[in-house]
């Protein structure tokens, strides 16, 4: 069965801390990761989309790393900012069927 | 920018009510799509668009139906509303092609939408 699993639930961190966020999959076979970035009472917006043959991806404070043999990937946020606070969702596409498995987020809370 | 914009951001209806949901996107973009983001369980699709007058079903297709008379506007629709459907209703739209090819979906701000 297709399946994207993130941790942790949530998260706790002070505001200039640095956290990475986890993401595993079980998707085959494997197209493409995103990460989305989704503010309380907003839509998801996409920070980065990840393919088989790339293993890192930066988006200014927000790197994203890419382990397809342990179908593993990680969000990592550099020099946290209060504007940082937000659920993080991992989304896995699947090429046979053309869809995409959505994880059910991180939500990391940023305090000064 | 991409904009995808949706008609309520809170709806309050009773049971057995007919709702609607609108979405509208401005960048031309072929695909459309009906989400339900519920806590604990990640986003579900609901209904997708490939075209005008074109529709699929999603995962959870069971008690709505959508509309798609043009190539900007898909509405989502609740014909008997029941309290199960009380969850965040997210419209989205890409280019062209499919998420395996990369095609990014931008998602609206969302509707709460509460069935009471």
């Known amino acids: 069965k297709n399946q994207v699993e993130q941790s942790p639930q949530s998260l706790i961190i002070l505001e200039g801390k640095n956290c990475t966020l986890q993401c595993n999959y079980t998707v085959s076979p494997f197209s493409n990761l995103r990460w989305y970035k989704q503010d309380t009472g907003r839509g998801p917006v996409s920070l980065t989309i990840?393919?088989?043959?790339?293993n890192t991806k930066s988006n200014g404070r927000y790197t994203a790393t890419l382990d397809a043999d342990t179908k593993q990937s990680s969000l990592h946020i550099t020099a946290s900012q209060l504007s940082d606070s937000a659920s993080y969702i991992c989304?896995?596409?699947?090429?046979?069927?053309?869809?995409?498995?959505f994880g059910t987020g991180t939500r990391l809370q940023v305090f000064p | 920018d991409v904009k995808v914009t949706q008609s309520s951001r809170y709806l309050v209806k009773r049971t057995g009510e007919k709702v609607f949901l609108e979405c509208v996107q401005d960048?031309?973009?072929?695909?459309m799509f009906w989400y339900r983001q519920d806590p604990g369980l990640g986003l579900r699709l609901i209904y997708f668009s490939y075209d005008v007058k074109m529709k699929e079903k999603g995962d959870i297709p069971e008690g709505y139906s959508v509309s798609r008379e043009k190539k900007e506007r898909f509405s989502l629709i609740l014909e008997s509303a029941s309290t199960n459907q009380t969850s965040m209703y997210l419209c989205a739209s890409s280019l062209e092609g499919g998420p395996a090819m990369g095609d990014t979906q931008y998602f609206g701000p969302g509707t709460r939408l509460t069935v009471l």
């Open positions: 960048m031309d973009h072929e695909n």
């Open positions: 990840m393919t088989f043959s790339e």
């Open positions: 989304v896995v596409s699947a090429s046979v069927t053309d869809k995409l498995i």
